[in-house]
Protein backbone atom coordinates (compact mmCIF):
# COMPACT_ATOMS: atom_id res chain seq x y z
CA UNK A 1 0.00 0.00 0.00
CA UNK A 2 1.13 3.68 -0.75
CA UNK A 3 1.70 5.90 2.30
CA UNK A 4 -0.85 8.27 0.69
CA UNK A 5 -3.69 6.00 0.77
CA UNK A 6 -3.18 3.72 4.03
CA UNK A 7 -5.61 5.78 6.08
CA UNK A 8 -7.90 4.73 3.71
CA UNK A 9 -7.77 1.67 4.06
CA UNK A 10 -8.15 1.76 7.78
CA UNK A 11 -11.73 2.98 7.44
CA UNK A 12 -13.97 0.06 8.33
CA UNK A 13 -16.48 0.52 5.46
CA UNK A 14 -13.23 -0.39 2.82
CA UNK A 15 -12.44 -3.85 1.77
CA UNK A 16 -9.62 -4.43 -0.50
CA UNK A 17 -9.93 -7.09 -2.79
CA UNK A 18 -6.87 -8.19 -4.66
CA UNK A 19 -8.52 -10.30 -7.84
CA UNK A 20 -9.61 -10.25 -11.27
CA UNK A 21 -12.24 -7.61 -10.95
CA UNK A 22 -14.33 -9.71 -13.51
CA UNK A 23 -13.95 -12.71 -12.46
CA UNK A 24 -14.62 -11.64 -8.35
CA UNK A 25 -18.03 -9.45 -9.67
CA UNK A 26 -18.85 -12.83 -11.73
CA UNK A 27 -18.21 -15.40 -8.34
CA UNK A 28 -20.02 -12.75 -5.50
CA UNK A 29 -23.03 -12.15 -7.48
CA UNK A 30 -24.89 -11.43 -4.20
CA UNK A 31 -22.07 -8.36 -3.38
CA UNK A 32 -23.75 -5.41 -3.05
CA UNK A 33 -21.80 -1.67 -3.57
CA UNK A 34 -22.50 2.10 -3.23
CA UNK A 35 -19.60 2.98 -5.38
CA UNK A 36 -17.44 0.87 -8.02
CA UNK A 37 -14.22 2.12 -8.55
CA UNK A 38 -12.58 1.31 -11.37
CA UNK A 39 -8.69 2.64 -12.39
CA UNK A 40 -9.02 1.29 -15.59
CA UNK A 41 -5.97 0.14 -18.09
CA UNK A 42 -5.62 2.24 -21.12
CA UNK A 43 -7.65 1.60 -23.73
CA UNK A 44 -5.24 0.69 -26.66
CA UNK A 45 -3.87 -2.05 -24.67
CA UNK A 46 -4.14 -5.58 -24.81
CA UNK A 47 -7.49 -7.09 -23.63
CA UNK A 48 -8.74 -3.53 -22.08
CA UNK A 49 -12.18 -4.56 -23.62
CA UNK A 50 -12.41 -7.00 -20.72
CA UNK A 51 -13.12 -3.90 -18.56
CA UNK A 52 -14.14 -1.64 -20.61
CA UNK A 53 -16.99 -3.58 -22.71
CA UNK A 54 -20.81 -3.48 -22.26
CA UNK A 55 -21.05 -6.97 -20.81
CA UNK A 56 -18.60 -5.84 -17.91
CA UNK A 57 -20.16 -2.32 -17.29
CA UNK A 58 -23.76 -4.24 -16.85
CA UNK A 59 -21.93 -7.03 -14.48
CA UNK A 60 -21.08 -3.70 -12.35
CA UNK A 61 -24.60 -2.20 -13.01
CA UNK A 62 -26.11 -5.53 -11.18
CA UNK A 63 -23.66 -5.22 -8.19
CA UNK A 64 -24.59 -2.10 -7.13
CA UNK A 65 -27.29 -1.04 -4.64
CA UNK A 66 -30.08 1.24 -5.61
CA UNK A 67 -29.14 4.59 -6.37
CA UNK A 68 -24.87 3.65 -6.43
CA UNK A 69 -22.34 5.15 -8.97
CA UNK A 70 -19.64 3.25 -10.97
CA UNK A 71 -16.58 5.65 -11.96
CA UNK A 72 -14.12 4.66 -14.16
CA UNK A 73 -11.22 6.15 -16.07
CA UNK A 74 -11.72 6.14 -19.81
CA UNK A 75 -8.23 6.92 -21.13
CA UNK A 76 -9.47 9.42 -23.57
CA UNK A 77 -11.48 6.62 -25.18
CA UNK A 78 -14.90 7.59 -26.71
CA UNK A 79 -16.26 4.54 -26.88
CA UNK A 80 -15.70 3.75 -23.29
CA UNK A 81 -18.09 7.15 -22.96
CA UNK A 82 -20.24 5.47 -25.77
CA UNK A 83 -20.30 2.13 -23.73
CA UNK A 84 -21.40 4.25 -20.59
CA UNK A 85 -23.58 6.14 -22.05
CA UNK A 86 -25.22 2.84 -23.84
CA UNK A 87 -25.66 0.66 -20.57
CA UNK A 88 -26.69 3.35 -17.78
CA UNK A 89 -29.26 6.04 -17.91
CA UNK A 90 -26.68 9.00 -16.12
CA UNK A 91 -23.63 9.75 -16.74
CA UNK A 92 -21.47 12.52 -16.13
CA UNK A 93 -17.76 13.69 -16.43
CA UNK A 94 -15.36 15.17 -14.76
CA UNK A 95 -12.18 15.35 -16.64
CA UNK A 96 -11.07 11.92 -17.93
CA UNK A 97 -13.11 9.77 -15.02
CA UNK A 98 -16.75 8.61 -16.14
CA UNK A 99 -19.74 8.16 -13.10
CA UNK A 100 -22.70 6.60 -14.19
CA UNK A 101 -25.65 4.94 -12.22
CA UNK A 102 -29.06 4.29 -12.62
CA UNK A 103 -30.31 7.67 -10.86
CA UNK A 104 -29.63 11.26 -11.30
CA UNK A 105 -26.65 12.95 -9.85
CA UNK A 106 -28.78 15.45 -7.91
CA UNK A 107 -26.53 16.54 -5.06
CA UNK A 108 -26.16 20.20 -5.04
CA UNK A 109 -22.60 21.75 -5.01
CA UNK A 110 -23.15 23.07 -1.34
CA UNK A 111 -24.12 19.74 0.35
CA UNK A 112 -20.77 17.92 -1.95
CA UNK A 113 -18.88 20.24 -0.38
CA UNK A 114 -20.46 19.54 3.18
CA UNK A 115 -19.84 16.01 3.01
CA UNK A 116 -16.58 16.43 2.01
CA UNK A 117 -16.27 18.72 5.49
CA UNK A 118 -17.45 15.93 7.02
CA UNK A 119 -14.39 13.15 5.89
CA UNK A 120 -12.07 12.17 9.16
CA UNK A 121 -8.40 12.69 7.85
CA UNK A 122 -7.10 11.47 11.24
CA UNK A 123 -4.90 14.01 11.34
CA UNK A 124 -2.48 12.85 8.57
CA UNK A 125 -1.25 13.49 5.37
CA UNK A 126 -3.43 11.88 2.43
CA UNK A 127 -0.81 12.89 -0.53
CA UNK A 128 2.59 13.23 -0.61
CA UNK A 129 3.77 17.16 0.54
CA UNK A 130 -0.06 18.04 1.03
CA UNK A 131 -1.80 19.12 4.65
CA UNK A 132 -4.55 18.48 5.37
CA UNK A 133 -6.12 22.06 4.41
CA UNK A 134 -4.18 21.78 1.21
CA UNK A 135 -6.10 18.44 0.92
CA UNK A 136 -9.56 20.35 1.84
CA UNK A 137 -8.84 23.05 -0.37
CA UNK A 138 -8.82 20.52 -3.34
CA UNK A 139 -11.51 18.60 -2.53
CA UNK A 140 -13.62 21.47 -2.05
CA UNK A 141 -12.01 22.32 -5.68
CA UNK A 142 -13.96 19.07 -7.01
CA UNK A 143 -16.68 18.86 -5.45
CA UNK A 144 -17.48 22.38 -6.98
CA UNK A 145 -17.08 21.82 -10.24
CA UNK A 146 -19.22 21.04 -13.00
CA UNK A 147 -20.27 17.66 -13.72
CA UNK A 148 -20.97 17.80 -17.48
CA UNK A 149 -24.25 15.57 -18.53
CA UNK A 150 -22.73 12.96 -20.96
CA UNK A 151 -26.44 11.47 -21.90
CA UNK A 152 -27.51 14.47 -24.34
CA UNK A 153 -24.86 14.36 -26.63
CA UNK A 154 -23.43 10.95 -26.91
CA UNK A 155 -26.94 9.09 -26.93
CA UNK A 156 -27.49 11.14 -30.17
CA UNK A 157 -23.86 10.28 -31.53
CA UNK A 158 -23.83 7.70 -34.31
CA UNK A 159 -20.23 8.02 -35.52
CA UNK A 160 -18.63 6.07 -32.28
CA UNK A 161 -19.20 2.33 -31.55
CA UNK A 162 -19.71 0.98 -28.15
CA UNK A 163 -17.61 -1.71 -26.77
CA UNK A 164 -18.65 -5.55 -26.46
CA UNK A 165 -16.41 -8.15 -25.16
CA UNK A 166 -16.57 -9.14 -29.28
CA UNK A 167 -15.80 -6.00 -31.01
CA UNK A 168 -13.12 -3.98 -28.83
CA UNK A 169 -14.67 -0.94 -31.05
Excluded: C
Excluded at 25 to 40: G, I, Q, S
Excluded at 79 to 102: C, H, K, L, M, N
Excluded at 116 to 132: H, M, P, Q
Amino acid sequence: TQPEAATVLDDPRVTLVIDDGRRWLAANRNRRFDVVLMNTLIHWRSNASNLLSKEMFLLVRQHLKPGGHFSFNSTASMEAVRTAVETFPFAVRYGWQVIVSDAPFSVPVPARIGALAEIDFRDRSLASGSTKEEWRAELRKLAGSELIDLVPEWRQRTDVRYVTDDNMA
